[in-house]
């Protein structure tokens, strides 16, 4: 019962002791007849009709006047009906609760969630109407959570090192609650992730790609940067651990990302333990087999030395002094720095990453795959953190580090077996490395 059915029930009840007093050896059934009218008030709450209300009052007037002028003339009596008939003080009704994303000011909603409230707002509208947001109560009658909660809680959670019983615990769920939150709003990002991480399909896009690249370093053709880092996990379960540790002996898997020169993820791919070497790893992943197909009109990749060159791949020369390919060389450094400054924006806005403590992989790789769907969000709505980056503390731990040639996670000379096919690509590669070498000097070398 609301404050309003409470403020009724205690008047009505001061009333009927008020009347037992003043009218002692008078009528009983006229006492309890007010008694029922009574009662009739107070079992209306703040949400009934005003009609109704208004026809239990009259009632209840009605029958107090006749009890006091029928056996009761004078003041004292009319005082007391007066006091009794008097106009209940209807309390205004609460207001309408204020959202938690309109508690915080900007600078701390951006602190708090690791993005603007405007970027926040349209992942909630678009998590709202999607299949993974339940759209009934099913608990009992509990009131289902808002939208709102469930996109802020997964946010709260993957923006910081917070365990899962403190995040429930200020939006004051269960931890199961949360799970379960949790899990539909990882889902709908997976789900959109084919329409937010993706390579562009016309070759202006493309075009438009490569010229940023080319403003930056020089560097033709540069469709996308590739690169890896660890992702810090815990032991899987029903898997072989040894598989899982690195040359850190940290237990990780492996991110790979493909960006363009804004830092915008085309393409990632995750889940291999991080005992794999990156070629494999990338041989294993869905771009490999596209690449023909996305790499037309003599685009391509750059990658560092641990990737396979081939026509679509270009990576560094190896053990070469000259000053062509030194000049290649920084120019290619220069095209990877926007994947080396998204893997360290990705682990910066989303702490969570620095050690992921899922039980199954395939939830690791899912909530790996939502926060870069996240970080592509914020970057095509120029969402920016508030600090720098500080290389220190949120520097990753693959392959392409700021030492161009410093590759942390094995040798890059592990031999692998071509088959004629990539040999003959390999041949191509080194061909048009080798063009783009001798352009490059002629462009900026000899100046």
Known sequence: ??????????????????????????????????????SSVESFDSEDSKIARARANLRFRSSVSDLVSSESND???????????????????????????????????????????????????????????????????????SAENHVLSFLK????????????????????????????VMHHLNDIAPSIIRFPKDNEEKKAIAHHFEQISGFPGVLG????????????????????????????????????????????????????????????????????????????????????????????????????????NSALQLSLQPVEKSFRLLKQRFKQLSRLDFHQVDTTTKFTIACCVLHNL??????????????????????ATNHFFDNLCFEASEPFELTSEELQSKQMGEIKRDRISAELWVKYGKS
Do not use: W
């Open 75 to 145: 003041s004292t009596d009319d005082e007391i009906l007066q006091m009794l008939i008097k106009e209940r003080v209807l309390r205004p009704k609460h207001k309408k609760r204020q959202s938690l994303m309109e508690s915080y000011a900007e600078e701390d909603f951006r602190r708090e969630f690791r993005m603007k409230r405007e970027t926040c707002s349209k992942i909630i509208n678009d998590f709202e109407k999607s299949p993974f947001y339940p759209k009934n109560d099913s608990h009992g009658g509990t009131p289902k959570s």
């Open 378 to 399: 914020c970057i095509l709505d120029n969402d920016f953190l508030l600090e720098d980056v500080d290389v220190q503390t949120c520097q990753y731990d693959g392959n």
């Open 225 to 328: 940067c590739i690169g890896s880092t660890y992702i810090p996990i815990r032991a899987p379960a029903n898997k072989n651990k040894s598989s899982y540790v690195n040359h850190q002996q940290k237990i990780s898997i492996t991110l790979q990302g493909i960006c363009d020169a804004n830092g915008v993820f085309l393409d990632v791919f995750t889940g291999p333990p991080s005992k794999i070497h990156d070629a494999r790893v990338y041989k294993l992943s869905f771009v490999y087999q596209r690449l023909p197909e996305l790499c037309s009109d003599d685009l391509h990749l750059i990658g560092d030395e641990t990737y396979p060159l081939s026509d679509h791949m270009l990576v560094p020369y190896m053990g070469q002094n000259d000053q062509t390919s030194i000049n290649y």
């Open 1 to 38: 019962m609301d404050n309003l059915s409470k403020s009724t029930s205690s008047s009505a009840y001061d009333s009927i002791k008020l009347c037992r007093f003043l009218c002692l050896g008078r009528s009983t059934l006229s006492l309890i007849s007010i008694c029922k009218i009574s």
């Open 157 to 184: 959670f993957a923006g910081s090192k917070t365990c899962i019983s403190e995040v429930a615990s200020q939006f004051c769920i269960g931890e199961s609650t949360f799970h379960r939150q949790c899990g539909r």
